[in-house]
Every structure is written in structure tokens, then in C-alpha cells.
């Protein structure tokens, strides 16, 4: 192991964790629920968390890649590098109707989906008719 | 009968709904394309090429190799929603293609691929021609003697830089 590269990549970290990324996100609506999905290439579930306070859910996955494990390690080993060790980060603040405790996520393939279900009030219902 | 007018309206209504649902809070660098972010590195034998592919399956993705590029072909597929009343898209779908030229001859049949939490990474092989090569310096020799490494002394340059940087080996 190089020394002299280690002390170059630990500045290339330190540059590139300066950056965070807003993952792209869709979001749908459905009758009852809303459904966010987020792009998080290398994510694994227990890189993400999610969190809501005060009505702004807070989405963070710190996505590492260890330079020693899994990139270079020698001079001139770096050909390109479009995309780094940042995190990804992205903050929403969600409407009144939503029922945050009731919120779920799944990790699938770098892509998360977070089921928001509304709240019971605002769903349609249909009322069953009792024959007497 | 909806006009088209009015039809996108409604449409727009919907999406304004959504906008006051999930107002976006905060900063940060937009990732949303589809042409997928790549890295690439080297090493004495190998080229080794990440690409951030979320939500591609193995299928969706084709790898051609010549004797030195590489390109990356893919499509992701938006399955639009069952149910949805109002759609708000960032993430990127369609088809992409990526050639990177390494500059070296590679081995086309030594490429291995692996896709894992959505990123791809691809090794690929240099050709025993282009493999960067340690070359041992020899001593002055006595003519008609067969060449040997010279005897160097203990410490590289590599430990001399370390113990000029403490900064570097305190990691």
C-alpha cells in the first residue's frame, strides 16, 4: 500500500462527502395512500433511515464505498470518478392527511418505496347495508 | 364529454394536490438521469467499471465489449401504477447507452459483471501485453555477467514519504 496515494484519497473523500444528493423521487397518489420512490443506487436497508419531524420526513442513506476495500489503491488508479462517497439526503414535508405511524418502506435493488397511508378520515367508505 | 382543456386541467389540479402533499425541503445535488454515473479504476491487470443502474434488473442491462471499449446498454421500464389518481415524476426512465474507451487492448472474454443494490460492476480483464509490469533496477555490470536486481537499500520512497506526512499514516 502506497502511502502517499492513501493521503490523495483521504482529500478525495473528504472533497466528495462534502456533496449531498437529492435522489430523484416520484410520487403518486392513490385513493388511500401516497406512495414516494426514491433512486438510491448501493443502498442497503441498513444504510437508509427515515424519519418525520414536526411533519417534514427526512430521508438519509450513507452509501460508502470503501476505497481500500472496494475501489483503488494505487497511483494513477482512478480512470474516472463521476460518483462518490456522498449521501444521499432528501427532506419533505408531508400534508396533514398522511398517518405517519402507520408509514412503511421497502428496499429493493437501490430503490426504496415509502407507503404513506392516509389517514382513515379521508378514505371513502363504504357502509354495509344490515338487513334487519 | 372532458375537452382536452379541461382534462389537463384536472390533471394539473391533481398535481398541485400533490405539491401541497409533499413540499420539498432542503438542498442538494439533483441526481435524477438516467445515463448511469460511472467509476473506473485499474489496477496491474484489471479495469474495474461501477455504474449506478437503481431499479435495472440483470435483464434490462447488455455489456459489449471490443478489444478496448466497453459499452453499457440498458432500459428501465415505468410500470405506471394501478389505481394512481396523480402521478409527480423525477426518476428517469427510457433507454441509455454508454461507451468508455479504455485506451489499452482488453480480454472481451474475461469480463465478468455482477448487479448488486443497484449498482453494476464490471471487471475487465487487461491482455497480458497491456498489463503494467514491475521492472527491477539492476546494478553496473561487469560485461558477460548475467543481469541481477540490485541490492537497494531497506527503505522505498514510499516509507520516506510516509515519515515526511504524518498526516497520511495516522489513518
Redesign the interface.
Known amino acids: 500500500m ?3 496515494t ?2 490523495i484519497q ?1 482529500r478525495e473523500h473528504a472533497k466528495h462527502a462534502e ?13 388511500d395512500r ?4 426514491f ?6 436497508a441498513d444504510s437508509v433511515s427515515l424519519t418525520i419531524d414536526e411533519g ?1 420526513l427526512t430521508l438519509e442513506a450513507s452509501v460508502r ?1 470503501d476505497l481500500n476495500e472496494r ?4 497511483d ?8 462518490g462517497v ?1 449521501d ?8 396533514e ?2 398517518d405517519d405511524e402507520r408509514m412503511t418502506a421497502s428496499l429493493t ?3 426504496l418505496t415509502v407507503t404513506l397511508p392516509k389517514r382513515a378520515a379521508r378514505q371513502a367508505r363504504r357502509i354495509e347495508i344490515n338487513p334487519s | 364529454m372532458l375537452s382536452t382543456m379541461s382534462m389537463l386541467r384536472s390533471f394539473d389540479e391533481l398535481s398541485r394536490r400533490l405539491d401541497r402533499a409533499f413540499e420539498s425541503v432542503g438542498q442538494g445535488v439533483a441526481r435524477t438521469q438516467l445515463t448511469p454515473a460511472l467509476n473506473i479504476w485499474q489496477d496491474a491487470e484489471t479495469l474495474t467499471v461501477e455504474a449506478e443502474l437503481p431499479g435495472f434488473r440483470r435483464e434490462d442491462i447488455e455489456i459489449l465489449a471490443t478489444h478496448d471499449t466497453l459499452t453499457i446498454r440498458g432500459e428501465r421500464v415505468r410500470h405506471d401504477p394501478q389505481g394512481a389518481e396523480a402521478v409527480r415524476y423525477e426518476r428517469s426512465f427510457g433507454r441509455f447507452e454508454r461507451t468508455v474507451s479504455f485506451g489499452v487492448p482488453i480480454d472481451p472474454d474475461g469480463i465478468s459483471a455482477s448487479l448488486r443494490d443497484g449498482v453494476l460492476r464490471i471487471t475487465v480483464p487487461k491482455t497480458p501485453e497491456a498489463r503494467a509490469r514491475r521492472i527491477e533496477v539492476t546494478g553496473e555490470l561487469p560485461a558477460g555477467t548475467n543481469p541481477r536486481p540490485a541490492e537497494l537499500p531497506e527503505t522505498s520512497p514510499e516509507r520516506a514519504g510516509e515519515a515526511s506526512n504524518p498526516e497520511s499514516s495516522r489513518a
Open positions: 502506497n502511502t502517499n492513501t493521503a483521504q456533496v449531498t444528493y437529492r435522489p430523484g423521487t416520484d410520487f403518486i397518489e392513490f385513493s401516497y406512495e414516494m420512490v433512486d438510491l443506487p448501493g443502498a442497503t417534514v464505498r475501489g483503488p489503491s494505487g494513477n488508479a482512478w480512470i474516472a470518478r463521476e460518483f456522498g444521499f439526503r432528501r427532506r419533505v414535508r408531508i400534508g392527511d398522511i435493488d437501490g430503490v
